[in-house]
């Protein structure tokens, strides 16, 4: 089964950073892509940062420069570090994975920006 676990949100003061973590099971790094995405109060869910199987990233512009996804292939882990955090980056922050034409999702890690 294809399992993603998400770990690592909290509160930080703006300037501050984070590292989400993400425990990925039940499928092949190497041939799917893994994202990380986020949903604000009140506002749609959005993607934040992708890694595809073959390791190509991109990155929402609000977030490029800041944040850097990545992986470990051994240890079945993708990353999201988060620098230069500021309060437009609260949300709760969720990984995912499109396997075999299915989205599957993470239950969700909370960061919380204060100004």
């Known amino acids: 089964d294809v399992q993603l676990q998400a770990s690592g949100g909290g509160l930080v003061q703006a300037g501050g950073y984070l590292r989400l973590s993400c425990a990925a099971s039940?499928?092949?790094?190497?041939?799917?892509?893994i994202g990380w995405f986020r949903q604000a109060p009140g506002k749609e869910r959005e993607s934040v940062a992708l890694?595809?199987?073959?390791?190509?990233?991109s990155y929402a512009d609000a977030v490029k420069g800041r944040f850097t996804i990545s992986r470990d292939i051994i240890k079945r882990m993708v990353y999201l570090q988060m620098n230069s955090l500021n309060p437009e980056d609260t949300a709760i922050y969720y990984c995912?994975?499109?396997?075999?034409?299915?989205?599957?999702w993470g239950q969700g890690t909370q960061v919380t920006v204060s100004s």
């Open positions: 039940g499928f092949s790094f190497d041939d799917y892509a």
């Open positions: 890694m595809t199987g073959g390791g190509i990233i």
């Open positions: 995912k994975v499109r396997y075999r034409g299915g989205d599957y």
